[in-house]
């Protein structure tokens, strides 16, 4: 494609224009009162005081066409579209001021056929007009409109093919764009950096440097240095990025902070250090940004060092060790971390708060939620989403609650992250009608809200229901994912629907393109097996092996689990085996095994299953189990008698078997009656 173009300086053009409104009578009034006014409503309008600046228009006792076009301009920079157009509409006279406002206002909001209609019946357009309509179809992604404005411009300057060039790049059409920068007779500092940025962004960095090295030194900025070193950065160069670093004129901050970024993300943090401690300007921001990058590439402990040795840390930086460290399960050390920080914010007490829930610690999660509480100390969405997360592991329904109440009463549940912690906590604590209320009154659901709710009636063995809510999900706009997928094979599996549980399988690999994890193949050996169907049980694992996924411990589990329903001992011994040599230390495989082999008369196999458990130094977990009591949770684990009140509730435990055998032993009405019955 050939492009042809005239440029002409603003200047001229200015200057003609005004020889031509001269000619039709259209004359200039300035009074020069009015400068000051038309200035103080740009700068309202430009702080956002709209209210301020139609007060002051509207005691205006004489205005011009700059007064009307700075608060036309105003509306559509606060995003007040029909009070911009009410005021075009009402204004006496318009210049093409007037109207290349409208139009861009227009066609930054999307309403391009207004904005096109406006542009018809101009009565005199300018290159401003026409950038106007060119910049709009750009935004819009309307590229043959675009097309059509720039072949047809009767004049363009560079910011005309600036916004053409830009359009190209933003289509994807690199060649193009790199035709028409070619052929530019004039550009300047946007012209080269922009071709450079879409250079490097479709990774053709020889490319880019020739545009670099082609640029002009007087139009060569920092903006365009900056481009090409993080273009090198992004693309692996470090080491070239850092020569070029060294052959800059001059760096700002983004130069500095760049470099730093690409020696941190190849690890060469004593190079990084070294360039922040001859940073001239060190900032927080350009700090925490490092260990930010320390922390994302698994330096936590080398990070804190750092950290220890620097003054420039504060509250953001103890927040990203926190979370460092609660990533890699150091529990306690994120705990003291919290414990030595003074100025405490909300984010810090919610990252610590959602770590020690994540690292099995939820009881310690909650006490540091009842202190926050205890401080006064301000609460958001965050740490009530984290709080209701623990109360659903522990489960917690009473605490459950409480937050549950807490959020109403500060106008906080009404975010989706904070309902849908909330439907899951009840869920998992078995309170499935307050799950199904919370879920009800939601004003939009996402994935996780349906996932929730899915879950939560598949796991009560409602599994009906289950399929119920998933099939509403599929009327919605929200795409169901890996877990939707879990709770509905789990409803099929704990109601036993054998045939809709293959078909959901089916739906989910072929119609919604996911691919199976784990989960689902044992959601799909669990059903299938426990229902009988272990032959093709064990013609999914090899389909799962088909998929290169290997047969995991808890797919064989459920097999196994199926082999003790239906009393199959010799597929059982395979499954058992397969789980073994997996999970060597799972105590419940080996006490499934020892007790299936009992069962069939093998009592000589079953001892030495007994016996390879004990050589192996695997002892049976005890059972566990707890109670809520005044606000305080009592944990019991099976044979152990530590609790402070162990004698206290055995006693009461024999008195309530007591009562219960006297209870049993006294005979009843009915009884008395079928006994004396023969009697009479």
């Not at 606060?78 to 509409?89: C, D, E, K, T």
């Not at 004049?155 to 790199?178: R, T, Y």
């Not at 959020?407 to 549940?413: A, H, L, N, R, Y």
């Not at 877990?483 to 739906?507: D, P, R």
Request: some cysteine; proline content about 3%; charged content about 20%.
């Amino acid at each position: 494609m050939l492009f042809t173009f005239r440029l002409i300086p603003s200047l001229k053009l200015t200057k003609a224009l005004y020889q031509i409104l001269s000619t039709r009578n259209y004359t200039v009034k300035t009074s020069t009162y009015l400068k000051p006014l038309n200035s103080k409503i740009s700068n309202y309008m430009r702080d956002g005081l709209v209210e301020e600046a139609r007060n002051l228009f509207d005691e205006m006792p004489q205005r011009n066409t700059v007064t009307w076009n700075a608060m036309m301009r105003g509306y559509f920079q606060n995003g007040q579209l029909n009070q911009a157009m009410q005021l075009y509409n009402e204004m006496p006279s318009r210049d093409v001021y007037s109207y290349n406002t409208v139009i861009s206002g227009l066609m930054q909001r999307g309403d391009v056929d207004s904005a096109r209609d406006i542009f018809n019946c101009m009565p005199l357009r300018d290159v401003v007009t026409w950038n106007s309509m060119l910049s709009g179809y750009v935004h819009n992604g309307l590229v043959d409109e675009a097309f059509w404005v720039f072949d047809r411009m009767p004049f363009k300057d560079v910011v005309s093919c600036n916004l053409m060039i830009s359009g190209l790049l933003k289509w994807g059409d690199l060649d193009l764009a790199e035709e028409l920068f070619r052929e530019m007779g004039t550009r300047d500092v946007v012209s080269w950096t922009i071709m450079m940025s879409g250079l490097l962004s479709a990774g053709r960095i020889v490319e880019a440097r020739e545009i670099f090295d082609g640029m002009p030194i007087t139009v060569r900025d920092v903006q365009a240095w900056n481009k090409m070193i993080t273009g090198y950065i992004e693309n692996g160069d470090v080491e070239i990025a850092e020569v070029l670093f060294q052959k800059m004129p001059e760096r700002d901050w983004n130069s500095w902070n760049g470099m730093i970024t690409g020696l941190v993300s190849v690890l060469r943090l004593s190079d990084a250090m070294k360039l922040f401690w001859e940073m001239p300007q060190k900032c927080q921001r350009t700090w925490n940004l490092i260990l930010t990058e320390l922390l994302r590439n698994g330096l936590v402990k080398e990070a804190h060092a750092v950290l220890v040795k620097n003054p420039f840390s504060d509250v953001v930086s103890l927040t990203n060790m926190i979370i460092g460290y609660f990533h890699i399960g150091e529990v306690q050390t994120a705990v003291e971390i919290f414990e030595s920080e003074p100025n405490r914010d909300t984010t810090l007490w919610n990252a610590t708060i959602f770590g020690l829930g994540e690292n099995d610690c939820g009881e310690d999660g909650l006490k540091l939620f009842m202190r926050m509480r205890e401080l006064s100390f301000p609460m958001d969405e965050s740490t009530f989403t984290s709080v209701l997360t623990i109360c659903s592991i522990l489960p917690s329904l009473n605490l459950g609650e409480q937050t549950h109440a807490q959020s109403i009463k500060m106008g906080i549940d009404s975010f989706n992250a904070v309902c849908n912690a909330m439907v899951t906590m009840y869920a998992r604590c078995g309170n499935m009608d307050s799950a199904w209320l919370v879920f009800s009154f939601m004003s939009s659901h996402d994935v996780i809200s349906w996932n929730s709710i899915i879950c939560g009636f598949a796991h009560h063995g409602n599994g009906e229901k289950a399929l119920d809510m998933f099939n509403q999900m599929r009327l919605t706009d929200i795409k169901p994912n890996q877990i939707s997928f879990v709770g509905v094979l789990s409803a099929c599996s704990h109601a036993g629907l054998v045939e809709q549980g293959k078909y959901y399988f089916y739906i989910m690999k072929y119609k919604y393109f996911l691919q199976p994890m784990t989960e689902h193949y044992t959601c799909i050996a669990d059903l299938l097996g426990r229902f009988g169907h272990i032959d093709e049980a064990m013609k999914f694992l090899d389909q799962m092996r088909d998929d290169g996924i290997e047969v995991s411990g808890s797919v064989w589990g459920a097999l196994l689990g199926a082999c003790r329903i239906h009393n199959n001992i010799d597929l059982g011994e395979i499954a058992g085996e397969r789980v073994l040599e997996l999970e060597p230390w799972n105590s419940g495989v080996y006490m499934i095994m020892a007790e299936m082999l009992c069962d069939s008369g093998r009592k000589k196999d079953a001892e030495k299953m007994w016996l390879r458990m004990k050589e192996k130094g695997v002892k049976k977990q005890p059972g566990c189990s707890w109670i809520e009591l005044n606000n305080s949770g009592h944990v019991f684990l099976s044979g152990d008698g530590s609790h402070p009140e162990f004698y206290n509730i055995r006693c009461i435990l024999e008195l309530l078997l007591i009562e219960m055998e006297i209870e049993m032993l006294k005979p009843s009405a009915s009884s008395c009656l079928d006994i004396l019955g023969p009697c009479r």
